[in-house]
């Protein structure tokens, strides 16, 4: 019931009934003959698919561990049993009405065309469905298969150059700090453990914590380098919101990346999220260093997150975006993508 609408399916009864009444207009012999039969052959096929489709509905747990062919197959043989029923019901009242006079013969070769009729169109639409299915089914593998290739070049880009940073660190306060060493560690883990469980929603809190795993750990390298300055919503606001994992955690890489690693000056990133009118917001300001020499041309460049854009457009629709802009004094990115409030 979920392939089609309830009008398409309307249409379907209705020019179904039409063609049939057409085949047998040999027999009619008035507009009113017409228009009689016309009528119950919308009855009986509307008998024939509503109820042959509310039943394969029901049986659906049961379809589910049997094969396409099997499953066609009984699909068939349901709808050709259904019209069959339906149309003994229908004979049954025009004959009682006195719209039709009984014919044996007839109402045999009527049975056996009707039957034979219903189960050529059903399995004209299952072979459409099926084709459809499969034409959808393969777009969806596609799919996940360029996420997952755009999942595996983001950690391919950033893994190496962040874990040899991050090993050389573990060494150094293995050595000087310990117990530093032992916090370094499990913000790691978390980090790690969250990068290789896949492109996913999840809730922005989940998010804002792997960021702090990752700015604690680099700030373990980089020392007094980095200032970081978060303006989040209220906790019960921020309960209710979700986005994809690592997604505002790429950024920030990036901007360490391409700028906080590129100067001995403290670079300040100030991070502010807001939630209005279904829409959610999140705006990262950094100033560039005054003294340091970074040519924006490059940094334009290099600053680019098509990728993320992309899986966060798969989970939240193509009007989700990613943009930033480089002026010479600070860089200014923008991720915006529509959510709605499930509270309201």
Known sequence: MDVMRPWQWLLYIFFW??????????????????????????????LTVIPALYLVDYLRPVFKNASIPSVSLRIVMLMMFSATVSMVLV?????????????????????LFNTVLTGGFTAVFLLYFLRSYRELNALKLSFEYKLTAQNDLIKARTAPHFFFNTINTLVSLIESNPPKAADLLQH?????????????????EEEV????????IESSRLADKLEVNWTLPEEDIMYDMVITALTLQSVLEK?????????????????????????VKIMIDVALPKKTLIINHDLRQHMNFYIQADRLRAHFGQSAD?????????????????LQDVGL
Not at 91 to 111: D, K, P, S, T
Not at 197 to 204: A, L, N, V
Not at 322 to 338: K, M, R
Request: aromatic fraction near 12%.
């Open 17 to 46: 009934s039409l063609f049939v009444t057409v085949i047998e207009h040999h027999g009619l012999s008035g507009w009113s003959d017409f228009i009689i039969k016309f009528f119950s052959r919308v009855i009986q096929n509307a």
């Open 91 to 111: 004979v049954l009242v025009m004959i009682n009405l006195g719209w039709m006079e009984y014919n044996r013969q007839a109402f045999v070769i009527n049975l």
């Open 188 to 204: 790691v883990s978390a980090l790690f453990r969250a990068s290789f469980s896949g492109t996913r929603e999840i809730s922005f």
């Open 209 to 216: 914590d792997l960021c702090e795993h990752y700015l604690a």
């Open 255 to 279: 901007i360490l990346l391409n700028v906080v690693e590129m100067t001995t000056e403290t670079i300040c990133i100030n991070i502010e999220v807001m939630w209005e009118q279904h829409r």
């Open 322 to 338: 990613i943009q930033s802009s480089v002026a010479s004094t600070q860089i200014i990115t923008i991720i915006d993508y529509p």
